[in-house]
């Protein structure tokens, strides 16, 4: 930073200073006209459908059309999933973390770990559930290796990877690395210092991190929550490929919809997309805003 | 106590992470009853299928790439050399795709690129690739942008581009021949990264109706048994070859830094 505003006076003073002022503005003008078109109007293009009649003209009517039983609860099941799977995947995410920073792990595992998280948090979609229908489905690993050792059948108990909680269970193999990724620097973070001055006034481990530590990373860990939250809630390809088209989540139905207006009204279909982005929108913002804050201390 | 509760929780992690992993190899080497072998493989490496629409993937993850390249690097250069002021601007719409579903975007390009307007861009199966490919490069914008700008930021933007300007270098030589070699490194991370999210891609592809790898490997997976868990081992492997090649090019470059 400290560079470029150095060297900008000069290169000012060359092209002459007065005109340079909007022109300066040009050289993005690539970026914003790409921005504008694969980005900004195809999002706008949705959030006006959302709001016009189908002969033209405004309404609120695709709004509250959304209201039927169907509809509403896909937007459940899916806030309900996202949840599950942000309030899971963080505190075994954090878990780890902790593990790896504060547990006295050999170093040497905290390498490996890191990497093997940035592939698992991309390792999503299509092959992530062919990998949990080979492993927990009804022929895969665990259910034959149970079945033929000790005689027990899952499907018996009700376990099913083609489920709500085999969903679950999927979509934690990117979310736990995700955390992990975000939170292990958010713990790097935390100074010695604070540990050793809670230490010297008496305090014990909990009430370290009960009254020092977790007030600290609060807005880290409450930021991160969202952002764990926004990318299950926006995940199609992992439930479409483990339990097909007919799962009642809102990113299945807009697919199926996109695909054949299942829906009967194309402008539904706008408005479901604009809940999506509502949704996401509120849960990233908050991110956003506590990431901000939390940057504050953990510098 | 605290040292058993951290490896208590590090081996159920682990256990959890390499289940799936043991599973789907196992499973895509059963094939052939009674024992193990690579059937699996060979029947999907030999499939056409298999073939066309991988590389078709590949070369679309090689286009995100460089339309990606040109047009995050010169815009992330730009801002710090001359338009600081644009920054927050310029990072708040690189993090949009972030915010906004991959669903949501590629349902406003079908309707805004659609046959009856303006630029009908999903009538034809090239305008529909470029689409596609314009799609896969919103989703790398924020890794590719965060990528580079750190690049950057390493780097004495003012004064290259002076000593460049001052040996008579045009903005095309400067970004050419100093600022990209300066960056090669978060280049080729964001660049990885890129081909790592764009080979498997499912929605936008399916969606545009183009014969992509994501939306082959669904197909297959809702017909055959052992072929998927093969193809998810192979998804696997790219995946993992692209972290690592990031590692690899980043520890290189630190590498040269200390002997410099």
């Given at each position: 930073?400290?560079?470029?505003?150095t060297?900008a006076?000069?290169?000012?003073a060359?092209?002459?200073?007065g005109?340079?002022?909007?022109?300066r503005?040009?050289?993005?003008a690539?970026?914003?006209l790409?921005a504008?078109?694969?980005?900004?109007?195809?999002?706008?293009?949705?959030?006006?459908?959302?709001?016009?009649?189908?002969?033209?003209?405004f309404?609120f009517?695709?709004?509250?059309?959304?209201?039927?039983d169907?509809?509403?609860?896909?937007?459940?099941?899916?806030?309900?999933l996202?949840?599950?799977?942000?309030?899971?995947g963080g505190?075994?995410?954090?878990?780890m973390?902790?593990?790896i920073?504060?547990?006295?792990?050999?170093?040497?595992?905290?390498?490996?770990?890191?990497?093997?998280?940035?592939?698992?948090?991309?390792?999503?979609?299509?092959?992530?559930?062919f990998?949990?229908?080979?492993?927990f489905?009804?022929?895969?690993?665990?259910?034959?290796?149970?079945?033929?050792?000790y005689?027990i059948?899952?499907?018996?108990?009700?376990?099913?990877i083609?489920?709500?909680?085999?969903?679950v269970a999927?979509?934690?193999?990117?979310?736990?690395?995700?955390?992990?990724?975000?939170?292990?620097?958010?713990?790097d973070?935390?100074?010695?210092e604070?540990?050793?001055?809670?230490?010297?006034?008496?305090?014990?481990?909990w009430?370290y991190?009960?009254?020092v530590?977790?007030?600290?990373?609060?807005?880290?860990?409450?930021?991160?929550f969202?952002?764990?939250?926004?990318n299950?809630f926006g995940?199609v390809?992992?439930?479409?490929a483990?339990?097909?088209?007919?799962?009642?989540?809102?990113?299945?139905k807009?697919?199926?919809?996109?695909?054949g207006?299942?829906?009967?009204?194309p402008?539904?279909?706008?408005?479901?997309?604009f809940g999506?982005?509502?949704?996401?929108?509120?849960?990233?913002?908050v991110?956003?805003w506590?990431?901000?804050?939390?940057?504050?201390?953990?510098? | 106590?605290?040292?058993?509760?951290?490896?208590?929780?590090?081996?159920?992690?682990?256990?959890?992470?390499?289940?799936?992993?043991?599973?789907?190899?196992?499973?895509?080497?059963?094939?052939?009853?009674?024992?193990?072998?690579?059937?699996?493989?060979?029947?999907?490496?030999?499939?056409?299928?298999f073939?066309?629409?991988?590389t078709?993937?590949?070369?679309?993850?090689?286009?995100t790439?460089l339309?990606?390249v040109?047009?995050?690097?010169?815009?992330?250069?730009?801002?710090?050399?001359?338009v600081p002021?644009?920054r927050?601007?310029?990072?708040?719409?690189?993090?949009l795709?972030l915010?906004i579903?991959?669903?949501?975007?590629?349902f406003?390009y079908?309707r805004?690129?659609?046959?009856?307007s303006?630029?009908?861009?999903?009538?034809?199966?090239?305008?529909?690739?470029i689409?596609?490919?314009?799609g896969?490069?919103?989703?790398?914008?924020?890794?590719?942008?965060?990528?580079?700008d750190?690049?950057?930021?390493?780097?004495d933007?003012?004064t290259?581009?002076?000593?460049?300007?001052s040996l008579?270098?045009?903005?095309?030589?400067?970004?050419g021949?100093?600022i990209?070699?300066?960056v090669?490194?978060?280049?080729?991370?964001?660049?990885?990264l890129?081909f790592?999210?764009?080979?498997?891609?499912?929605?936008?592809?399916?969606l545009?109706?183009?014969?992509?790898?994501?939306?082959?490997?669904?197909?297959l997976g809702?017909?055959?048994a052992?072929?998927p868990?093969?193809?998810?081992?192979?998804?696997?492997?790219?995946?993992?070859?692209?972290?690592?090649?990031i590692?690899l090019?980043?520890?290189?470059?630190?590498?040269?830094?200390a002997?410099?």
């Amino acid at each position: 930073m400290a560079n470029s505003t150095t060297a900008a006076p000069s290169l000012k003073a060359r092209t002459g200073s007065g005109v340079a002022l909007p022109w300066r503005w040009l050289g993005l003008a690539p970026f914003f006209l790409f921005a504008l078109l694969f980005l900004i109007l195809p999002t706008m293009r949705i959030v006006i459908g959302a709001f016009e009649a189908q002969g033209g003209g405004f309404t609120f009517q695709n709004i509250l059309d959304l209201n039927t039983d169907s509809i509403r609860s896909a937007y459940w099941v899916s806030i309900e999933l996202s949840v599950t799977t942000a309030l899971l995947g963080g505190l075994i995410g954090f878990g780890m973390a902790w593990a790896i920073v504060f547990g006295n792990l050999p170093k040497r595992l905290r390498g490996p770990l890191m990497t093997f998280s940035g592939v698992a948090s991309n390792f999503a979609g299509v092959p992530l559930a062919f990998a949990f229908i080979a492993t927990f489905g009804p022929a895969g690993m665990i259910a034959v290796w149970l079945r033929t050792e000790y005689g027990i059948n899952l499907r018996a108990y009700g376990i099913n990877i083609l489920s709500y909680w085999g969903l679950v269970a999927t979509y934690l193999f990117f979310q736990i690395p995700l955390m992990i990724l975000i939170i292990t620097p958010a713990l790097d973070g935390l100074k010695r210092e604070w540990r050793e001055a809670a230490e010297v006034l008496g305090a014990t481990a909990w009430q370290y991190w009960r009254m020092v530590a977790l007030p600290i990373l609060f807005p880290a860990l409450l930021g991160t929550f969202a952002l764990l939250f926004a990318n299950a809630f926006g995940a199609v390809a992992t439930a479409y490929a483990l339990t097909g088209p007919q799962l009642n989540i809102v990113p299945i139905k807009l697919f199926a919809q996109i695909r054949g207006d299942v829906l009967g009204n194309p402008n539904l279909g706008y408005a479901l997309a604009f809940g999506m982005i509502v949704i996401t929108g509120i849960a990233n913002g908050v991110y956003i805003w506590l990431r901000t804050r939390s940057e504050r201390w953990l510098k | 106590m605290k040292k058993f509760a951290a490896w208590a929780i590090f081996i159920f992690g682990v256990v959890y992470f390499v289940l799936p992993l043991i599973g789907m190899t196992e499973f895509s080497l059963k094939m052939r009853r009674g024992v193990y072998s690579f059937d699996a493989y060979f029947k999907v490496l030999a499939d056409p299928q298999f073939q066309a629409t991988f590389t078709y993937s590949i070369m679309l993850a090689l286009a995100t790439i460089l339309i990606g390249v040109l047009i995050v690097v010169p815009t992330a250069y730009w801002v710090r050399l001359k338009v600081p002021e644009a920054r927050p601007l310029v990072e708040f719409i690189t993090l949009l795709p972030l915010v906004i579903p991959a669903i949501v975007i590629v349902f406003g390009y079908i309707r805004m690129y659609n046959t009856s307007s303006v630029l009908p861009l999903t009538g034809s199966a090239f305008g529909t690739d470029i689409l596609l490919t314009m799609g896969y490069v919103t989703l790398a914008l924020p890794y590719m942008y965060r990528s580079v700008d750190t690049g950057l930021r390493t780097i004495d933007v003012g004064t290259l581009t002076e000593a460049a300007q001052s040996l008579g270098a045009g903005w095309v030589t400067i970004l050419g021949r100093v600022i990209l070699p300066n960056v090669l490194v978060a280049v080729l991370s964001g660049a990885f990264l890129t081909f790592a999210i764009v080979i498997g891609e499912f929605t936008m592809a399916a969606l545009l109706n183009r014969p992509a790898f994501g939306p082959y490997m669904q197909i297959l997976g809702a017909n055959r048994a052992y072929e998927p868990p093969a193809l998810a081992v192979i998804a696997f492997a790219i995946t993992w070859a692209c972290m690592g090649l990031i590692q690899l090019v980043t520890r290189f470059a630190g590498h040269e830094r200390a002997k410099a």
